[in-house]
C-alpha cells in the first residue's frame, strides 16, 4: 500500500462527495479516519477533511506510527478547529467518538443538519491503551473496515437506503446514530 500524501487541501467543489471527520481535538481516531480515506478512495471522487471540537492540539504520535505501520503516513497532519470549515462544504459529516452531542452551540449546530450525519463511537485509543500500542492499533483497523463501509456507500447509494430502512424499521436513524 502506498502512503497517502500530507494534509493538503482534500475536499471542495470538484470532489462529488465530500467527508468530513470529527473528534474532540481532532488527534487520533479522526486523523486515522482522514488519512484511511484518503488511502482508500483510489479514483473515488469523494474529498476528505477532518477537525476537531477544540482544534490545535498535536496528532497523537501512537496514531502516526500505527498508521505508519499500516502504509498510511499521517506525520504531517495537523489538527484543525472545525470552526476553519464551513458546513455546507459537506455532504456525509462523521462523529468518531460521540462528540457530536457537543455540537449543540449555535455556530456548530449546522453540522449535524448535513445530508448524512453518523456517529462511529470509536474508543479513544489514548484513553485505554496499556503502553503497548494495541488499542491503538485495534481501533486502526476498526476505523479502516468503517472507511471500506463508507466508500462502498458512496458509490453505491442504494446501499444508503437499504441502512436507512433498515434503521427505519428499527425505530431509529442509522445515518445519526445516537445523535438524532
Not at 80 to 89: C, E, G, V, Y
Not at 94 to 103: N, P, R, V
Request: charged letters at 30%; a negative charge; glycine letters at 8%.
Amino acid at each position: 500500500m502506498g502512503q497517502a500524501a500530507a494534509k493538503e487541501v482534500a475536499h471542495g467543489p470538484q470532489y462529488k462527495t465530500n467527508v468530513m471527520f470529527l473528534c474532540n481535538h481532532n488527534s487520533c481516531r479522526s486523523q486515522m479516519a482522514d488519512g484511511w480515506l484518503r488511502q482508500l478512495r483510489g479514483d473515488a471522487e469523494v474529498g476528505v477533511a477532518s477537525a476537531g471540537i477544540v482544534g490545535g492540539t498535536a496528532v497523537k504520535p501512537g496514531a502516526v506510527e500505527v498508521m505508519r505501520e499500516a502504509g498510511v503516513d499521517i506525520s504531517s497532519f495537523t489538527s484543525d478547529d472545525i470552526r476553519d470549515f464551513k458546513a455546507t462544504d459537506f455532504d456525509i459529516v462523521i462523529s468518531c467518538c460521540g462528540c457530536g452531542a457537543k455540537l449543540d452551540p449555535d455556530d456548530l449546530k449546522a453540522w449535524k443538519e448535513q445530508f448524512k450525519f453518523m456517529d462511529w463511537a470509536l474508543d479513544d485509543p489514548p484513553a485505554i491503551d496499556p503502553g503497548d500500542l494495541s488499542e491503538y492499533r485495534r481501533v486502526r483497523d476498526e476505523v479502516k473496515v468503517k472507511c471500506e463501509e463508507l466508500l462502498a456507500r458512496i458509490k453505491d447509494p442504494e446501499l444508503w437506503e437499504e441502512l436507512d430502512a433498515d434503521a427505519d424499521a428499527r425505530g431509529g436513524a442509522a445515518t445519526c446514530g445516537c445523535m438524532k
